[in-house]
């Protein structure tokens, strides 16, 4: 049960870490909108797919699903065109959005696929299933736990080989607000800071996740912001603060789920309203203040005495 749980935490962490493209299937098939309908059927078929991208000179223009073609059949319209029975305001998401999101959205919409988009050209660049986002992380697990064995033989922890009184090191990373290109850039370093430091995986899983959704907080509410980490034998103190609009009801925030994102942090596929509580759940003390108009300044503890090692 134990591995199970640890197992689980991986899984957990890398949702934050991997990107969509690192799953997204690239070699999809697609289908125009002038595509007969009579002929989708086998085109679903041959490559045992149940839904496909409409495509009209480069341009995503809808989608189509097997659900789509059934209900076609059945009302007698199979000589019809793609056209005519493909969704047309098609949710889509950015390569560049965390796997998180893509799992989110899953759970949203309970679609079977998302169409994937550059962030830059809006060009569709592939699909994403739930089989896509098993396969991508099981290939991920695979080199994480491979790092993680070698590093048990090659590093020791930093606390136990260095003869002093006491010890603390200082990480500070900053946070450009509105820049959601560079979102997570922060939370990826620290963890890379925190393995080479040999602090238990588990320990830097839980800190990655907290980290990450301040990050996005910071980055969908704040001019800019700053993540200090303060680490010592005991524990591990993470600051965060921010310049912006602060949180009117803190209380209200804490609430799984609720949030005050703007649309078009929304659109980006960000503001799910699940930070605050993520970050409470993975922490083991956590100390928020925040002022309209002046900023938030954020608190969390992780504990380093009551880990275990993964």
């Known amino acids: 049960m134990n591995n199970l749980i640890k197992t689980t935490s991986k899984i957990q962490e890398l949702t934050y870490e991997l990107k969509i493209k690192d799953a997204m299937d690239v070699n999809y098939t697609t289908v125009n909108s002038s595509t007969k309908v009579s002929s989708l059927r086998e085109i679903l078929r041959k490559k045992r797919i149940l839904g496909v991208p409409v495509v009209d000179n480069d341009e995503l223009v809808g989608i189509v699903s097997i659900e789509d073609y059934i209900k076609s059949v059945e009302q007698g319209n199979s000589n019809d065109t793609v056209e005519t029975i493909m969704t047309k305001d098609v949710i889509t998401l950015f390569s560049d959005e965390p796997l998180i999101?893509?799992?989110?959205?899953?759970?949203?919409?309970?679609?079977?696929?998302?169409?994937?988009?550059?962030?830059?050209?809006?060009?569709?660049?592939?699909?994403?299933?739930?089989?896509?986002?098993?396969?991508?992380?099981?290939?991920?697990?695979?080199?994480?736990?491979?790092?993680?064995?070698?590093?048990?033989?090659?590093?020791?922890?930093?606390?136990?080989?260095?003869?002093?009184?006491?010890?603390?090191?200082?990480?500070?990373?900053?946070?450009?607000?509105?820049?959601?290109?560079?979102?997570?850039?922060?939370?990826?370093?620290?963890?890379?800071?925190?393995?080479?430091?040999?602090?238990?995986?588990?320990?830097?899983?839980?800190?990655?996740?907290?980290?990450?959704?301040?990050?996005?907080?910071?980055?969908?509410?704040?001019?800019?912001?700053?993540?200090?980490?303060?680490?010592?034998?005991?524990?591990?103190?993470?600051?965060?603060?921010?310049?912006?609009?602060?949180?009117?009801?803190?209380?209200?925030?804490?609430?799984?789920?609720?949030?005050?994102?703007?649309?078009?942090?929304?659109?980006?596929g960000f503001g799910a309203g699940m930070g605050l509580p993520n970050i409470k759940k993975f922490s083991d003390e956590m100390t928020l203040i925040s002022t309209v108009g002046v900023g938030t300044n954020l608190e969390v503890v992780f504990n380093l005495n009551n880990s275990d090692e993964a």
Do not use: C
């Open 101 to 268: 999101n893509a799992i989110n959205n899953f759970e949203k919409y309970e679609f079977s696929r998302f169409p994937v988009i550059s962030r830059k050209e809006n060009k569709l660049v592939g699909i994403v299933s739930k089989i896509d986002i098993i396969k991508g992380i099981l290939k991920k697990l695979e080199t994480v736990y491979q790092d993680e064995e070698e590093r048990k033989y090659r590093a020791s922890h930093i606390f136990k080989d260095i003869i002093a009184d006491g010890i603390s090191i200082e990480l500070k990373y900053l946070v450009e607000g509105k820049n959601f290109d560079k979102a997570g850039e922060a939370s990826t370093r620290l963890k890379k800071s925190l393995s080479r430091l040999g602090l238990p995986p588990e320990i830097v899983r839980r800190v990655t996740i907290s980290t990450y959704e301040a990050e996005i907080n910071i980055v969908s509410y704040a001019e800019k912001g700053e993540i200090t980490a303060n680490i010592d034998s005991n524990r591990i103190k993470m600051q965060i603060t921010d310049e912006g609009p602060g949180i009117p009801d803190i209380k209200q925030a804490m609430i799984p789920g609720y949030s005050n994102a703007p649309g078009w942090v929304r659109e980006l």
